[in-house]
């Protein structure tokens, strides 16, 4: 299981050998929307969706191991579609935590998604777009369709946008829900460094990711003051407001930073 | 193990647990970005704090996942799961960051030492 990943992973990266390559054109303009939607999935395919998928494969097991449905996993990687929210929700199930606990606890892992959307949607829109269909697009928006929206909408022409991170995303959800359903009955029989390099992934991914799309000193201040701060935060904060309190002073002081080297 | 609710309990409580705990709890800040967005500019100074708000909040996952990680991830020495993300950055800096090749070395760093190290 593992090495289908892996394999499919390295073609992705003979393919797409450096970041110059990768940020090259996916689309053509004169594309019709179908086949603008199968770039995305492809370009999904490539590797994003592989990696988010065994990130997620982790998932299945928690919630094997709390004893819940199997279907009860694969809704949460869809309708949830946010590693840490179903990572806390199964764990925390695990550990006997009040459900109203569990839900706060949630609320304030998933604040980013705030931020995060706003952040991308003025990408995805267009005029007369309606609300509902910014709705369903902002389901969407987790670590791997923002940090590679981020980075690869930008040259794509307006209108092609939506079906192409439509068929990006949408391709990265169904390797995923496939990947929880297989970890449901297959990570427990893994040997420990197996199961832990799995859990590990999702860390891994989101460091990674986020590592691609750096593209100032602003943004590499906002990556390692807030690597710094939440630990730190966690310790003397705590009660479930920690994260925001170390994501707002890292955003902020990095906002500064960036700023001072533009002037300079 | 946390119990169902009472009145509540049935068949499809795990389904509506997850529904009420998870999903309303994860979507609304989704929701309410939609309505925040609207009429932002895509290149708006307010934006770029957004990001970097938004930036800082997902390396503080990062973060919080390996100083207090779930399920058997937890018996993983902590120097080794910290060695293993310092792996990806290393391959990201010195590999023109290729995701790939520093996906794979942080995976090899942690079931390596695993491995040479043992679990806790």
Known sequence: ?264 | MTQPIAWLDGPHWPYLALILFAVLPTEIWRWLAVAFARGLDADSALLDWVRAVATALLAGIVAKLVVSPPGVLAQVPVLVRVAALAAAVAVMALSRRRMMLAVLMAEAVLIGGVWLFGAI
């Open chain 1, 1 to 264: 299981m593992d090495d289908r990943g892996k394999g499919s992973g390295c073609a992705g990266a003979r393919t797409r050998p450096s970041r110059p390559a990768d940020d090259r054109m996916s689309v053509s303009a004169d594309w019709s929307w179908q086949r603008v939607a199968l770039a995305g999935a492809r370009d999904a395919l490539s590797l994003p969706a592989w990696i988010v998928g065994f990130g997620l494969v982790g998932i299945g097991s928690l919630a094997h191991d709390v004893g819940y449905p199997v279907g009860s996993a694969v809704l949460s990687t869809i309708l949830v579609w946010a590693g840490p929210s179903q990572v806390l929700f199964f764990a925390s199930i695990a550990a006997g935590a009040a459900w109203s606990a569990i839900a706060i606890a949630i609320a304030f892992a998933s604040l980013r998604f705030l931020p995060m959307t706003v952040a991308i949607l003025p990408l995805l829109r267009r005029p007369g777009q309606s609300v509902w269909l910014q709705l369903l697009l902002s389901h969407y928006v987790a670590v791997t369709a923002w940090t590679e929206g981020l980075r690869r909408l930008p040259p794509i022409p307006l209108r092609q946008r939506v079906p192409y991170f439509l068929g990006f995303a949408n391709a990265c959800m169904t390797v995923s829900a496939l990947g929880t359903f297989a970890g449901y009955y297959l990570l427990g029989t893994l040997p420990l460094p197996f199961a832990a390099g799995l859990l590990c992934l999702t860390p891994i991914f989101f460091l990674v990711s986020l590592t691609a799309g750096l593209r100032h000193r602003g943004d590499v201040a906002a990556l390692v003051l807030g690597l710094v701060l939440a630990p730190l935060c966690e310790r003397f904060i705590g009660g479930g407001f920690d994260l925001i309190v170390a994501g707002l002073i890292a955003g902020t002081v990095a906002v500064f930073v960036g700023k001072r080297r533009k002037a300079a």
